[in-house]
């Protein structure tokens, strides 16, 4: 491509010179290039106009290359510049000097004395032939006269007469109408005589004798003399008389040298004018053609500076679009040939690189996966944070421990989370704060209340450290140990009343004999008095040891806790059956109930929530014993908590309520106000509803007494048979 | 005396594209065909003609100065065609060379293809001998045949090609040296038509 646009350029130049030093031959040797220079001009015209059309054409692919503001067209336009100020300058001014030159020069030419002279030797000449013109018809105009009246025979033997004694080579009478009367020469083998033309008849008509000085054809000259010949008497018609005389050699040849020299100078000078206008246009068809030839070399040759730059703008562009693939031909050997093969060692370079870290790419993302596999198998909840405290990722089981779906809280602050939900705000308040006040790994048990019930979850964060030791987040490990801690706890009060039950139960029975037997042997041996004192006391033991029997089956009751059955279940049928067996058995008792007249179903054991029932209603019924009359109220209904539907049972009484001490601890074992309480019923029926996934709660009322709150999981399901035994038990 | 259509019209044509650029005004009337008719004697088309030559200034000036100036006057005989142009059957080209002696005071005419010569004592009759043809043989009427339409047509021009070489380049871009007369057409009637 640049070698045939090299061939091309150098095609044109060589076309450019040839025309244009023709063009200039041409002027000065027109003889030689004359038939030439009716195409030199055209060709010429025709490389300017298509200089200007390639540069038009090469001036317009610019212009588009500006507007698309593709790489290199600035560059371009500016090397064009470049080439076009430079060579222009120096052709401009050997232009300017030309012209002055040729203006100078055609006028140096042309000599005043030398005009002057060859202006006085065409007057000499002409004076001298005048002269010898006038001898020559001061001679021949009185032999006119011995023509007259001559016929046209006598007319021809006086033309031989005066043949031989003038020096005329010729002698020739004319009538008016031009026609040869008589004639005769010198010569015998000459051509006919020369008519009389029309400008001679006018001049001889006006009077005059026609006298002048002819060429003739081998160069030399002649005078013709022409007399008018007055008619004869009996004719009406004139005669003319010419006579032809030679020039001798000598004279010719010196009149013709001086006519020549003297045309040749006279058409110098007013070839002069037209001259300098030839050259000047030949000067600007070189200027033009010139700068033009120049702009289109600037052109080409920016093109072929700017190729190599362009396409490693491209190239580069390509790379930063990703295609490191790209390779550049090397076509030159130069500065930019070595940028454009470094340029390819680079993207070859940044290909193996980028192949490279694709593949490791593909490795650490089935690293990811593996470990995301892992974690979304994980029974723990895992949550990575960064250090601004945002969820960056989170597995599966998080979103079942916390029982919210955590994607929607991706790349959100852990924050959010407390916000959306108010079951997780103290929560994750907790973690937050834990995780701002630390940086080192720490563990916590943390309750949440989720529409499965409350969970505690033991909550552990460890750092994550970047390469510059510095914190770039935490990674939080939830598990649910709710179902861990119940068992554990189930287990150690199981444990602690199996041994109560077991250490105090047995030797109830040998003191219970020992006090009976001790009754018996001593009761008839003994004074009224002392038998009164004994039976008193043994009566006392065997009461007590009554007593602890009963406490001791509460614990052994407690401790075998039996795993509940769970069913469907309708709470309203529960609460009617168990008030029913209230309802005439106890005096001064007033229980109301106020149910939903709708079904309210659980989910439950309801063996063991008729026991939670009886305890609570014994419970109020023994908190009021000191009042005038007991009014329990029992109402149920189905209710809205935390966006799912809970069964609310409350139970209220009028009695004294739960006093500040005791309300916090109302729940735990041995936690007692009666004298004869063993503090295991809240104990059991909280242990009951929290076996229900429930939960519950004591408080005072306002107006006085107590009240029990129980939420239960409202259970929806048609597809379960409903348990109706309940109402038969 | 006549010859067919030769290629020499072709060396003219970039002149003749260059005027038509080049031109800035359309210059007087400088030659005029006043007269043309042909006759057949012997076998033979005899053409007569007379063609008023009114010069511009300047070429008259540059004849006063020594200037060479050549005419040729143009005679041919056509056929008619319907989409090709017309054929030159006949053709006779007339060539004259006009020049001032100043020393001698006359006006030389040379008609280079007779090689012959005449001294006039003033330009208008040096033009009057050039602008008259008398009985002028064309060609033979054998080259007319009766299946086609003929016509003569005549014109007379300065040549350009042969002025001195800086008035040739000013030729082309003045058509005041360029005077050519139009073309003088007659029709050529079959004997019974």
Not at chain 1, 557 to 585: C, F, H, Q, T
Not at chain 1, 594 to 608: C, I, K
Not at chain 2, 176 to 184: A, C, G, K, L
């Amino acid at each position: 491509m640049v070698r045939s646009g090299k061939i091309w350029l150098a095609i044109l130049f060589v076309s450019l010179v040839a025309a244009v030093l023709l063009m200039a031959d041409v002027t000065q040797n027109g003889s030689y290039f004359g038939r030439l220079h009716n195409w030199l001009l055209p060709i010429n015209s025709a490389l300017l106009l298509l200089f200007t059309a390639l540069i038009g054409y090469n001036a317009n692919q610019l212009k588009r290359q500006l507007k698309r503001k593709e790489p290199g067209s600035r560059l371009t336009l500016r090397l064009v510049w470049s080439f076009v100020v430079i060579a222009s300058m120096p052709v401009l001014i050997v232009y300017t000097f030309s012209i002055w030159l040729v203006e100078e020069g055609v006028d140096s030419w042309f000599d005043v004395k030398v005009e002057k002279a060859l202006q006085d030797a065409v007057s000499l000449s002409r004076s001298s032939l005048d002269l010898h013109i006038r001898n020559l018809s001061q001679q021949a105009e009185p032999l006119s006269k011995k023509f007259e009246g001559n016929d046209s025979f006598n007319a021809t033997l006086t033309i031989n007469e005066l043949l031989s004694s003038s020096n005329a080579d010729e002698i020739v009478l004319f009538d008016s109408n031009n026609r040869i009367i008589a004639s005769g020469s010198s010569e015998p083998n000459t051509d006919l005589p020369a008519l009389l033309d029309e400008s001679i008849f006018q001049r001889l008509s006006s009077g005059e004798n026609y006298v002048a000085m002819e060429p003739i054809s081998d160069g030399g000259l002649q005078i013709r003399l022409v007399f008018s010949m007055p008619p004869e008497l009996n004719a009406t018609e004139s005669q003319y008389l010419q006579f032809i005389y030679p020039i001798p050699d000598r004279i010719s040849e010196l009149t013709n040298n001086v006519q020549t020299a003297f045309g040749q100078y006279n058409e110098l000078i007013y070839l002069r004018g037209p001259l300098k206008q030839n050259f000047i246009l030949i000067l600007t068809l070189v200027l033009a053609l010139g700068i033009l030839f120049a702009v289109f070399t600037a052109f080409y040759f920016s093109r072929v500076l700017v190729s190599p730059v362009r396409e490693l703008v491209e190239g580069t562009k390509a790379v930063a679009a990703g295609q490191y693939h790209k390779k550049i031909s090397v076509r030159q050997s130069d500065d930019l040939g070595m940028l454009v093969a470094s340029f390819n060692r680079m993207t070859e370079r940044l290909s193996v690189a980028r192949d490279t870290t694709a593949i490791n790419q593909r490795i650490i993302e089935n690293q990811r996966l593996y470990l995301q596999k892992i974690l979304e198998h994980l029974s723990s909840g895992v949550m990575s944070l960064d250090e601004s405290l945002q969820i960056k990722t989170a597995n599966a089981t998080t979103s079942q421990i916390l029982g919210i779906n955590i994607t929607e809280f991706i790349n959100k602050p852990l924050m959010d989370v407390g916000a959306g939900h108010d079951s997780l705000k103290i929560f994750t308040l907790s973690v937050v704060t834990q995780l701002r006040q630390t940086s080192e790994e720490w563990q916590k048990e943390l309750e949440i209340f989720t529409s499965e019930g409350r969970k505690t979850i033991l909550c552990k964060s460890v750092t994550l450290l970047g390469e510059d030791a510095s914190k770039r987040g935490c990674v939080l490990v939830f598990d649910d140990i709710t179902t861990l801690l119940q068992a554990q706890r189930d287990s150690a009060w199981g444990e602690v009343a199996r041994r109560l039950a077991h250490e105090i139960k047995n030797p109830l029975t040998p003191i219970q004999l020992s006090a009976e037997r001790l009754r018996r042997k001593l009761m008839p041996v003994l004074e009224p008095e002392q038998a009164s004192l004994v039976d008193k006391a043994t009566h006392t033991i065997v009461q007590q040891v009554e007593s602890m029997g009963l406490m001791v089956d509460d614990f052994s009751a407690y401790a075998r806790m039996p795993v509940i059955d769970s069913k469907p279940l309708d709470i309203n049928d529960l609460i009617r059956n168990v008030a029913e067996l209230y309802k005439g058995n106890t005096e001064n008792v007033r229980l109301d109930l106020s149910l939903n007249s709708e079904t309210l179903f659980v989910r439950g054991d309801s063996g063991r929530l008729r026991q939670v029932l009886h305890n609570l209603i014994k419970n109020s019924m023994e908190a009021t014993a000191t009042e005038k009359y007991c009014q329990v109220q029992i109402s149920a209904a189905a209710q809205l908590y935390l966006n799912k539907l809970y069964i609310t049972i409350e139970v209220l009484d009028n009695g004294q309520g739960f006093s500040a001490e005791i309300l916090n601890q109302a729940f735990d074992p041995y936690m007692t106000t009666k004298q004869k309480g063993n503090g295991l019923g809240l104990a059991i029926v909280k242990k009951i509803i929290e076996e229900h996934n429930g939960i519950i709660q004591v408080s005072n009322r306002t107006c006085g007494g107590a009240m029990i709150l129980i939420r239960l999981p409202s259970y929806n399901s048609s597809a379960e048979v409903i348990d109706r035994s309940v109402g038969g038990r | 005396m006549f010859e067919y259509k030769s290629l020499s019209v072709l060396k003219s044509w970039p002149l003749f594209m260059l005027a038509l650029l080049c031109s800035q005004s359309l210059a007087a009337e400088q030659l005029r065909v006043s007269r043309f008719f042909f006759d057949t004697v012997a076998g033979q088309i005899q053409i007569s003609c007379q063609i008023e030559y009114s010069l511009d200034e300047k070429i008259i000036q540059a004849l006063e100065n020594g200037i060479a100036i050549n005419f040729q006057t143009t005679y041919e005989l056509l056929s008619k065609r319907k989409v090709l142009p017309d054929k030159v059957i006949l053709k006779v080209d007339q060539r004259f060379a006009i020049k001032y002696y100043a020393l001698i005071k006359q006006y030389i005419v040379r008609e280079p293809a007779l090689r012959a010569e005449r001294s006039f004592v003033s330009l208008q009759s040096a033009l009057a001998y050039i602008g008259r043809a008398d009985r002028l043989s064309l060609g033979y009427v054998t080259s007319i045949t009766a299946e086609a339409n003929y016509y003569l047509r005549a014109r007379s021009r300065l040549i350009n090609g042969e002025l001195p070489l800086p008035l040739r380049v000013q030729s082309y871009f003045t058509k005041d040296w360029r005077p050519v007369s139009d073309w003088r057409i007659i029709e050529v009637v079959k004997d019974g038509a």
